[in-house]
Nanobody, 118 residues
Framework: QEQLVESGGGLVQAGGSLKLSCSAS????????LGWERQAPGKERELVAG????????SYAPSVKGRFTISRDNAKRTMSLQMNSLKPEDTAVYFC???????????WGQGIQVTVSS
């Protein structure tokens, strides 16, 4: 069964750091592009960061560029989101996503809460 499981969320003070991890199972992880999205209360879901299959290209939302770093480890079937200089507006539920046109797959984690206090 295809599965993505996030970990590493929690409560942090503004200016602090957190590292989210996402562990995959049940599908050919190395053939999937990966990404992180977030949803804050009362707001639309936002694409935060993405990384290509090979990991040689990344992209970020303007709101997090320069503060967040996405990475992947195909051998360990994991991806991470290092979040630095956190702001209260980063408070949201964060979701990891794996998508592949060729594999015809689109998988989501269950979401993990990140709360940044001011």
């Amino acid at each position: 069964q295809e599965q993505l499981v996030e970990s590493g969320g929690g409560l942090v003070q503004a200016g602090g750091s957190l590292k989210l991890s996402c562990s995959a199972s049940g599908f050919n992880f190395s053939r999937y592009a990966l990404g992180w999205e977030r949803q804050a209360p009362g707001k639309e879901r936002e694409l935060v960061a993405g990384i290509t299959v090979t990991g040689d290209s990344t992209s970020y939302a303007p709101s997090v560029k320069g503060r967040f770093t996405i990475s992947r480890d195909n051998a360990k079937r994991t991806m991470s989101l290092q979040m630095n200089s956190l702001k209260p507006e980063d408070t949201a539920v964060y979701f990891c996503n794996a998508v592949s046109f060729y594999e015809d797959g689109d998988y989501w984690g269950q979401g993990i809460q990140v709360t940044v206090s001011s």
